[in-house]
């Protein structure tokens, strides 16, 4: 079994921020592949499904973004899963908008709930980084990040995340290069 937990926060009024991509991104798979009904569990959401051969939990913390970690942390030891069963979906604005990048371990760059969940469970667990692109100035950080995406990042928003449920198969399998390489062509114009 694999846990993926998409980062976000809790409420209708962060629907659409890029800060919660990450939700997004769950829901995405969860519709594409059939996931089962939503439950409240692990202070959050989940839905159970399997992608290939994989069962995957899907976990949307309701701790808020600062206290992701403990949400996560709970569902791995419920499993008795090590670390490396994990896998975090999340906002990045190191990266340009829409592009998505895979890796293991790491800093956390600032993000909170990258931060919450080192705190809880160390580095070395998988991150789907889903860019979202920096604002130019630091200043502008907070506001862009817990802002709506525009009406025209609508459409490559959602491109994205069916590139990203349409090629998770790929993640299942442990194959990230063939994943983000996939999903790249996919998003090509």
Do not use: C
């Given at each position: ?27 995405a ?82 993000h ?29 950080v ?30 299942a ?17």
């Amino acid at each position: 079994m694999q846990i993926w937990a998409g980062l976000g926060n809790p409420g209708a009024q962060y629907a659409m921020h890029r800060h919660n991509v990450g939700f997004m991104v769950a829901d995405a798979i969860a519709a594409v592949h059939g996931f089962g009904a939503v439950k409240k569990q692990f202070q959050g959401w989940t839905q159970e499904g399997r992608i290939g051969s994989e069962k995957i939990l899907l976990l949307k913390p309701a701790t808020f973004m600062n206290e992701s970690g403990r949400a996560i942390g709970e569902a791995l030891r419920f499993y008795k899963l090590d670390v490396d069963a994990l896998t975090v979906f999340h906002d990045e604005l190191d990266i340009a908008p829409f592009r998505v990048k895979v890796k293991t371990g790491g800093g956390t760059a600032g993000h909170n709930g990258l931060r919450s969940t080192d705190q809880h469970l160390g580095p070395d667990f998988r991150r789907v980084r889903l860019g979202i692109g920096h604002p130019g100035h630091k200043d502008r950080v907070t506001g862009y990040v817990l802002g709506n995406y525009a009406k025209t990042e609508i459409e490559p928003l959602s491109d994205m995340l069916g590139a990203v449920a349409a090629e998770a198969a790929w993640l299942a399998a442990g194959d990230d290069v063939r994943f983000m390489n996939d999903v790249a062509v996919r998003m090509q114009p």
